[in-house]
Nanobody
């Protein structure tokens, strides 16, 4: 099993940056793909970015391409989401999720979920 803790959210002005972290506990974290999702008030869950278990491939949602970067450090059991050029529409609760031997696809079957971290972008 894997337990995930998302952190790094906060309030930032439009155009600013934040770096989210997803820290995992449990064994063999390197064998899990990790995805970031977000949910804004009154909206459905949206895929943001994913990274494969081997770290060799990444995938991004259309609305964040070119602005967000996902990376992982298996030695630290962590995955990061660097968010640049933030917009008010990026405001949401961000969740990280893990899928064993996954590719980080938006269609992955993510079995484990973190508790979420709030990102608020002011205009």
């Amino acid at each position: 099993q894997v337990q995930l803790i998302a952190s790094g959210g906060g309030l930032v002005q439009a155009g600013g940056s934040l770096r989210l972290s997803c820290a995992a506990s449990g064994r063999a974290f390197s064998t899990y793909a990790v995805g970031w999702f977000r949910q804004a008030p009154g909206k459905g869950r949206e895929f943001v970015a994913g990274i494969a278990w081997g770290g060799g491939s990444t995938e991004y949602g259309d609305s964040v391409k070119g602005r967000f970067t996902i990376s992982r450090d298996n030695a630290k059991n962590s995955v990061y989401l660097q968010m640049n050029s933030l917009k008010p529409e990026d405001t949401a609760v961000y969740y990280c999720a893990a899928e064993r031997i996954g590719t980080g696809s938006r269609f992955g079957r993510y079995e484990y979920w973190g508790q979420g971290t709030q990102v608020s972008v002011s205009s």
